[in-house]
């Protein structure tokens, strides 16, 4: 079957995202409620910090709950000031025979927990103290589950990549944290002059480079299994970060992309693929990728302005940047160019 995708009309791919990240909406409406954070905001006049400090929570996970809130319609902001929108007085202000208390106490789940801890304490509480990455690599089920869901959700992505027009006739692909590999296929597929070093974790490597040999690739991708923040990265001529940026602080980032900046060769292309938070911030969906990275990496989405400043803080200058649906986008570096003669 065909599958279609496009920056101009929604697909059904993009409203599975919809669906699957509309997850979040109830649990940030009940760890809101529950921390009192819509109570201190319907005081008033309350910034992400003055809400944090008041409910005792961590500032940066705060911001990202409330900027959710405003996505949904549920708060409003006006610099930096959040209020809670009037309509929903009655119900979420927490007080009153109207108050939805009692109706999220019987919502409540295992997310609702899992935010609730991770907005309380700060870092990502969905995987226990392994996290997310160590139960990748520990727990077979879960490696083969996100590498096949993740597959699903970025095959239409990564085909709409390897048809744009940023690719040299040929040269080498460093896929890093590269995940099922399905960058590297479609790429190396449509362009028979191309090969690829797919970075991953080992067990996940490994993995990747079974789809490989299946798909008559496995001669011309390395597998380098092992911590892209330790492992001596080959030379490129393009480098992709896809999903990946927005599972790390900007610490990790700024090292991955300077690591990037060294690898790549001068005429080479540094590609960020992600989800974009929009500016303003209106689109809930994107605002719940946000909530659940504080809840599942501990990383953050964010807006186009956030990530050319932390390539420009690696020395790559943005270029272009390509939808490659409603909701993904290919920024484009390059390396930046010395003025001098
Ligand atoms: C959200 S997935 C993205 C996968 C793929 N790039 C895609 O877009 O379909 C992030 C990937 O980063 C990998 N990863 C996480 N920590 C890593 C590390 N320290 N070194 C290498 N890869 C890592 C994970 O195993 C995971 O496959």
Request: hydrophobic share 45%; with cysteine; charged share 20%.
């Amino acid at each position: 079957m065909e599958i279609t995708s496009g920056a101009d009309a929604r697909s059904g791919a993009d409203l599975l995202n919809e669906v699957q990240l509309s997850q979040w909406y109830l649990p940030a409406l009940a760890v809101a409620h529950r921390l009192n954070l819509l109570r201190a905001v319907a005081d008033g006049n309350v910034t992400a910090d003055d809400a944090a400090h008041h409910a005792g929570t961590d500032p940066q996970a705060t911001a990202v709950l409330l900027q959710l809130l405003v996505a949904l319609g549920v708060c409003g902001r006006e610099g930096g000031v959040y209020h809670l929108v009037d309509a929903f007085r009655p119900y979420l202000a927490g007080d009153g025979e109207a108050d939805w208390g009692s109706m999220f106490k019987l919502a409540w789940d295992q997310r609702c927990t899992v935010l609730l801890d991770s907005v309380r304490l700060g870092g990502p509480k969905a995987f226990g103290a392994r996290g997310l990455w160590g139960g990748v690599r520990e727990v077979e089920w879960l490696r083969n589950t996100f590498s096949a869901a993740m597959h699903a959700r970025s095959l239409p992505l990564a085909r709409r990549l390897a048809e744009a027009d940023y690719w040299e006739d040929a040269g080498h692909l460093l896929d890093i944290g590269g995940g099922s590999g399905v960058f590297s296929r479609e790429l190396l597929r449509r362009r028979p002059h191309w090969t690829a070093t797919l970075l991953e974790l080992p067990e996940m490597a490994a993995r990747a480079g079974e789809d490989l040999h299946r798909a008559g690739l496995a001669e011309r991708v390395t597998l380098l299994g092992g911590d892209m923040f330790e492992l001596a990265w080959p030379a490129a001529n393009a480098v992709l970060f896809s999903d990946v940026l927005h599972n790390w602080d900007d610490t990790a980032c700024g090292r991955l992309l300077r690591l990037a900046a060294e690898a790549v060769a001068e005429e080479g292309v540094v590609l960020v693929h992600d989800m974009l938070l929009d500016e303003p911030l209106n689109e809930p969906t994107r605002s719940a990728n946000a909530v659940s990275m504080v809840a599942v990496t501990g990383g953050r989405q964010r807006t186009l302005k956030e990530i050319t400043a932390l390539l420009g803080a690696a020395d790559l200058v943005v270029t272009e940047s390509c939808p490659t649906s409603h909701y993904f986008t290919a920024i484009v570096a390059r390396k930046r160019r010395s003025t001098s003669p």
